[in-house]
């Protein structure tokens, strides 16, 4: 004889304890909501901040902090750096296996934007990146704008002194007043495609013109107008950070080496992201850890609200038992219940942590300039899979309990 359906009476249950079943949900939810954003927000700020920095392969620095100089030049989070020696452009101008070696000069803005002196071979990366629109700087007065700076082609920007960011805060640099506008304005050439970093809100502009403004020499001879390299090392000024394209990984360990000295400071920006990421190692496995005490945690609270709950059904177990359903028969519908609950919860739990991953990553985005890129991998899955196997077991016990409950206590309870 087979035996009969338990899911009628399955879902019966479910409708008439649905305070019962929502709770249980949503503890199992929040548990692995918690894990999920945090695995998969960790990853993706790895996978960001490091896409963020491929357009950089070495930076050279003034002597000082190599994670300032990295936060400062890759994700333009600027701060008042130490000005490395003009000789030092000059010699990696011309040093061999160098493709490009391109001043960073910043210290201005417009509405809000970074305002960056630089060669155009910095600003098409080598010859790499064609522009969306219009044409690189060739000359003096001529601006090259990210892909997310609000200035159409033809446009004319008027810089103004200082470090600006998006909530107003300015640094005065060098003694300037950091709201007084430079007389000169940029005319608007050109604009680059997205990168999906911070870079997409500078204005890039000829070093040559940042120097003049804040008066210092324009790294050239007198009456010499062309721009970029090569240069007049007895009159260039210091810049801020040089990024160095190297034409070969050899040439890029040799020229880190070379420029490892006590005037100046030469790096990767993976050795700096490498420091970060074992930070942010660290702080993901406590939150791993918290989590995993949450789920814990949750796990015995659910465990305790399916028992009291079952415990205060069990007479009507002993009638299902009394009117012939089997002990396996009253064990399935309190297992599959059980396992339903945790299974919608964990499923829910997923897609509420992906959902806040998601939203997270928007909002890093917005602060830091670069995108997120906000997934679920293996390891969120592995952790929703390790929660619902504990849940499938857990499952087991207020089952068995009514297993092994007798009709007669079942019935006087």
Not at 61 to 83: C, I, M, R
Not at 335 to 362: D, K, N
């Amino acid at each position: 004889m087979p035996l009969p359906n338990p899911l009628p009476v399955v879902w019966a249950d479910l409708r008439r304890n649905r305070l019962l079943g929502a709770v249980t949900v949503l503890l199992v939810a929040l548990a692995v909501a918690v894990g999920v954003a945090v695995i998969s927000q960790e990853r993706a700020l790895r996978q960001g901040s490091a896409r963020a920095a491929d357009d950089f392969d070495l930076i050279v620095g003034a002597p000082g902090s190599p994670t300032q100089l990295v936060l400062s030049t890759v994700y333009l989070q600027l701060q008042a750096l130490p000005l490395l020696d003009g000789a030092v452009l000059a010699r990696a101008a011309s040093a061999p296996g160098v493709a490009y070696a391109a001043p960073i000069a910043f210290g201005d803005h417009w509405q809000g934007h970074p305002v960056i002196g630089t060669v155009a071979a910095f600003a098409s990366r080598g010859g790499t990146l064609a522009p969306a629109e219009g044409r690189l700087f060739q000359r003096r007065g001529e601006a090259v704008v990210g892909a997310a700076v609000p200035a159409a082609l033809g446009a004319a920007l008027r810089p103004a002194h200082g470090l600006h960011d998006e909530d107003g805060d300015e640094d005065e640099h060098a003694g300037h007043d950091p709201h007084h506008a430079h007389d000169l304005s940029y005319t608007v050439v050109g604009r680059l495609p997205p990168r999906h970093n911070a870079w997409d809100r500078a204005i890039l502009v000829p070093v040559e013109d940042v120097w003049a403004l804040h008066g210092l020499p324009g790294g050239h001879a007198d009456g010499d107008d062309h721009l970029g390299p090569p240069w007049a090392a007895e009159r260039l000024p210091g810049v801020p950070a040089l990024a160095i394209k190297p034409a070969s990984v050899a040439a890029a360990y040799t020229l880190r080496g070379q420029f490892r000295t006590p005037q100046s400071v030469a790096l990767f920006p993976a050795e700096v992201l490498n420091e970060l990421y074992v930070l942010l190692g660290n702080v993901r496995d406590l939150m791993a850890l918290l989590a995993l005490a949450t789920q814990v945690l949750v796990v015995a609270a659910v465990l305790v609200v399916l028992l009291v709950g079952f415990l205060a059904r069990q007479r009507q177990f002993a009638v299902l038992r009394a009117i012939g359903a089997g002990r396996g028969y009253v064990f399935a519908v309190v297992w599959i219940e059980v396992a339903a609950l945790i299974l919608a919860g964990a499923l829910a739990g997923a897609a509420l942590g992906y959902a806040g991953s998601l939203g997270l990553s928007a909002w890093l985005a917005q602060r830091t300039g670069f995108a997120l890129p906000a997934t679920l991998g293996a390891a969120e899955l592995r952790l929703v899979a390790g929660l619902v196997v504990a849940g499938l077991l857990i499952a087991l016990l207020p089952a068995a309990q009514a297993f092994r409950r007798p009709i007669a206590a079942g019935l006087r309870g």
